[in-house]
């Protein structure tokens, strides 16, 4: 009957509808990339050595995965990604240096709002620095685990810190190991030793 028809009609166009609504948002990245990270809409991706971060039809190049050549060469090791912003980590590896830089990059304009090395500075030749883990939430925080050692040094020293697009924070540093990292859009939290208390600090800093 023509009745049940419609209603038929009608019940198929709502599924289809729901469908759709519930589908995830279609990937900026490109069809031949391989996607490394996914936040809502935003992406980032790597094809071949390079790895990009894409928001909409805006595609934005964080760096290279591959050093291109022996010393000193650049790459990226970490990353992470969150709303619209993404977090990097760049070493440069010397001869008997190790660095680390870490960026903020805005993936809706292609800004990068800010960077920082990975720790506070080591005075002694020989130095060893790294970031051990890394987060970034969608208020545009980047927050990371720096690991700073040295040749004749006994012990490596860690530091926490908050980046954002105004200052660098330091949070915590001490020869104690900062694990457990984990950044929300109010609060930044952190463990000192993997038996030690958790400690967190609200944001913004």
Known sequence: ???????????????????????????????????????????????GSVLYGCLGARRTRLGTLRGTVPFPAARIVLYALSGGYAGTDTVQMGVDTFGSTVSLVDLRTGATLATAPATTPERRAESFITVTSMAVNATGTLAWIGRRSAIGVSS????????????NVVVSVGTIPLVA????EKRLSWREGSGGPDESVPLPL
Do not use: D, F, N
């Open 156 to 167: 490596p020293t860690y530091e926490l810190h908050a980046l954002t697009a105004g200052h």
């Open 181 to 184: 990292l984990r950044l929300g």
């Open 1 to 47: 009957m023509p009745l049940q028809r419609s209603a038929v009609a009608v019940v198929i166009v709502g599924l289809a509808l729901a469908a759709t609504a519930g589908a995830a948002p279609a990937s900026c990245a490109p069809a031949t990339a391989k996607t490394l990270r996914a936040s809502g809409a935003a992406r980032i991706y790597s094809k």
